[in-house]
């Protein structure tokens, strides 16, 4: 039997691209699939209304939950979705996005918070109600949809990448948090052909980036059984990888940091051999301090 059988999962902006594939994937796998998308005439193609039918028809159970993700209740709307279709709700895939295609210097204050209102609040806002019920019951589970944008920047995405950038701080924080309560946190950065990226990809690309080669691995993560919390996966094209904060070695000096030493040693600063993770920001500045005090006290 599938570990996410029966499980209940919320999934936002489900009606087309990932957000389909994923409340798809989740529903073949057995779970049962609250399917949110921004609310639109019920005939609509790829309305919640109409993946709930797709759901169904294959045999799948699902339910609509249309509504805005940035909206102040939303959170506490999509728990009282679940729990009144299904009584339970076991995870919150966090998939809810807008693009945008605009340089810095052209940018407005104002326009780069309204992309941070949908993907960064339109997360923020459904996973507080949800976090605190899951930690509550003392289990679930929390995905993230961050982004390479959000890894690496795109040149003319600054408010994307920024968004995309913060909600891997949430997660990680949520990952620390929920873990002595049973609740884990991940993210995953997709690569796949969808709206947001066509003009991006010819042909060959696209064929090859579906949706629904990502989706698997969304369901994996959202899964009882992945071992993984605070973790950010790559995945797209058959690919899947880690993405991971490191910090190398860098430079120590005994005395103080001289900007004209930094200009003679920036390859040797730079150099990330022998690079490490860390389990939390504490333990990245327990380890530096360490290693401060190791070698002034023995100057």
Avoid at 81 to 104: K, Q, T
Avoid at 109 to 138: C, K, M, W
Avoid at 139 to 168: D, E, F, N, P, W
């Amino acid at each position: 039997m599938s570990p996410l059988q029966d499980q209940v999962i919320v999934v936002t902006g489900a009606g087309r691209g990932l957000g389909r594939a994923y409340a798809h994937d989740l529903a073949q796998r057995g779970a049962r699939v609250v399917v949110n998308t921004r609310p639109r005439a019920a005939d609509a193609p790829g309305s919640a209304e109409t993946v709930v039918a797709e759901i169904i028809a294959l045999g799948g159970r699902a339910v609509a939950a249309p509504l805005a993700v940035e909206e102040a209740d939303s959170g506490e709307r999509l728990l009282a979705a679940a729990l009144n279709a299904f009584g339970r709700i076991d995870g919150l895939l966090n998939n809810a996005g807008a693009p945008e295609a605009r340089s810095l210097h052209k940018q407005t204050t104002d326009a780069f918070r309204q992309v941070f209102e949908v993907n960064f609040f339109g997360s923020l806002t459904p996973t507080l109600p949800i976090y605190r019920h899951l930690r509550a019951q003392g289990s679930g589970r929390i995905l993230m949809s961050t982004s390479a944008a959000g890894l690496h920047g795109v040149h003319g995405m600054a408010a994307y990448s920024s968004s995309k950038a913060a909600l891997i701080g949430l997660m990680r924080v949520i990952a620390l948090e929920g873990a002595s309560h049973g609740v884990g946190c991940n993210a995953i950065a997709p690569y796949a052909a969808t709206g947001m990226t066509a003009e991006y990809l010819d042909d060959a690309s696209a064929a090859r980036m579906g949706p629904e080669r990502v989706a698997p691995v969304a369901s994996w993560l959202m899964s009882p059984d992945c071992p993984l919390n605070g973790q950010t996966l790559a995945a797209g094209a058959g690919a899947v990888r880690p993405a991971a904060r490191i910090e190398g070695p860098g430079l120590i000096f005994a005395g103080d940091v001289a900007p004209d030493d930094l200009t003679k040693q920036a390859a040797a600063l730079m150099d990330l051999n022998g690079w490490r993770t860390f389990s939390d920001g504490n333990a990245a500045f327990d380890q530096l301090m360490s290693a401060v005090l190791k070698i002034t006290t023995t100057k």
